[in-house]
């Protein structure tokens, strides 16, 4: 049986959304405001500076030897590298780091705050390992968050496709297109270390790490605002996943025998949905779904009920692979089915993998613009620029793009900023049109001439007088 030595619970890696990066300072100070972020992981864990191999872990590089020096070195470090103290006895160490090439770095270090002056010289010492020569000497702090920055940058770089293309040159803030001797020469010591300075990263290598932590900043940012907002929506709107009770029996047949339960798991209607009316949204299901591979997109639940006291057209839920359509906005589904996309065609939510990211900046470029002024903008910033939002918006936009026309997507003059959407200007055309002509939806099958949307405009007016919409908005909720 494990031993627990400790109740207090583990805490995980932190994320980049609090660093603050100043991209107008000298490269060398970025990189020092960035090293000593993550060094600050060991101190919020509360790790015993002096069990180096309890936190010198990298996957590049390997803690290969620590040897204790003695007093009168350990006194001469702490003298000259930490005034603070010169009574209490320090010990220093001796450590040996090696690279996967077997280069190695020695560097003296204590358990102390050693000034940062000694990481960028070498010192003329007589160790008990070296006779009178020049050694480096560094924070084990800082040791710790340099090495970590450069094993988390070239980690990031081997698993990010974007990094190495041609176009990457536009994502930079330098404007820098890499090859990968650059993305190798981040784990190569005979690279990083200087002659004299513990480290000396050339310009390139430091603007590469700047431009990968910053995509690691904004995707880890926008992890954390899905994150929130599922939390958030999750305690607000659970009810209107639940069936509702007092169903009448002929709405229940209905519920249970209807065209769109080929392709969802399950149906739930309003108990007062016009079933003539809903005859004529299965027939012009039957078309639209056309556009899409139904055998691979995971079923979801379909609820089309009144929506009104969630202030809210539509609904969706993936904890639940649920969506809910408002039964007097029928146009509201695509931008739910969008959600539905994003959230179970891979393993990993579209929105936030590599090739959406283009996207994403081309739409808050867009959405930015216009918030000088508009502080109904600026107060829904965060959510609108959610990547799933920006995913669904865009998905409906480009049907609308490429010319579809149906009762279950909104017409172009309804997609506008005030709404979430940004002008269609060419260049967001194109980057629109880039992204999602990979799915290769099936836009041919929509040719035939079939009367049905203005069938079903013209006879959805359902009237029901007691819901009262206090916003005529679409809002998604997950």
């Not at 000593?36 to 191999?53: G, P, R, V, Y």
């Not at 204790?68 to 010169?86: A, P, V």
């Not at 931008?335 to 579209?350: I, N």
Request: a neutral charge.
């Amino acid at each position: 049986m494990e031993k627990v030595t400790t109740l207090k619970k583990d805490k995980g890696t932190r994320t980049f959304t609090k660093l603050k990066i100043n991209t107008n300072e000298r490269l060398d100070k970025i990189i020092d405001s960035i090293v000593k972020f993550i060094a600050k992981d060991l101190t919020k864990q509360e790790i015993d500076l002096s069990n180096f191999k309890e936190y010198l872990i990298f996957k590049n590089f390997t803690l290969s030897a620590v040897e204790n020096l003695n007093e009168r070195e350990s006194n001469l470090i702490r003298n000259t590298f930490y005034k603070k103290d010169r009574r209490n006895f320090y010990q220093a160490y001796d450590l040996s780091i090696e690279d996967v090439n077997q280069n190695y770095l020695n560097v003296l270090t204590n358990t102390l705050d050693i000034s940062s002056k000694a990481r960028r010289g070498a010192w003329r010492m007589s160790t008990h390992t070296n006779n009178d020569c020049y050694q480096k000497i560094c924070d084990v702090k800082y040791l710790y968050g340099m090495l970590k920055l450069l094993d988390i940058t070239y980690e990031y770089c081997m698993s990010d496709n974007e990094i190495l293309t041609e176009s990457f040159g536009k994502c930079s803030i330098y404007g820098n297109c890499y090859i990968e001797e650059d993305i190798n020469n981040l784990v190569k010591l005979e690279k990083v270390v200087g002659f004299k300075s513990t480290f000396r990263l050339t310009d390139k290598m430091m603007q590469l790490i700047i431009d990968v932590i910053l995509i690691k900043q904004l995707s880890d940012y926008n992890i954390e605002r899905m994150e929130q907002y599922s939390r958030d929506i999750h305690s607000e709107v659970a009810r209107a996943f639940e069936t509702k009770k007092n169903i009448p029996q002929k709405i229940k047949s209905v519920m249970n025998n209807n065209k769109f339960l080929d392709n969802f798991s399950y149906v739930e209607l309003d108990s007062d949905t016009d079933l003539d009316k809903f005859k004529l949204v299965e027939k012009e299901f039957l078309r639209i779904k056309k556009l899409f591979d139904m055998d691979k997109i995971k079923k979801a639940e379909l609820r089309i009920r009144k929506l009104g006291k969630h202030k809210s057209l539509g609904l969706y839920y993936p904890a639940l692979n649920c969506l809910c359509v408002d039964i007097t906005s029928p146009s509201s589904f695509m931008h739910e089915f969008g959600h539905h996309l994003d959230y179970t065609y891979s393993d990993k939510p579209l929105s936030l993998q590599y090739d959406f990211r283009n996207i994403i900046r081309a739409y808050t470029k867009r959405y930015d613009s216009h918030l000088d002024g508009n502080p109904y903008l600026y107060r829904k910033r965060s959510y609108f620029l959610t990547p799933t939002e920006i995913y669904a918006r865009t998905f409906e936009m480009y049907l609308v793009i490429k010319g579809v026309s149906t009762s279950f997507l909104k017409d172009e003059d309804d997609m506008r900023i005030i709404n979430g959407y940004p002008d269609m200007d060419k260049e967001f055309i194109s980057v629109i049109n880039s992204y999602f002509d990979k799915f290769k939806f099936n836009f041919h099958e929509l040719d035939e001439k079939e009367p049905i949307k203005n069938e079903i405009t013209n006879t959805i007016d359902i009237i029901i007088e007691d819901i009262k919409y206090y916003a005529a908005k679409q809002v998604s909720f997950f």
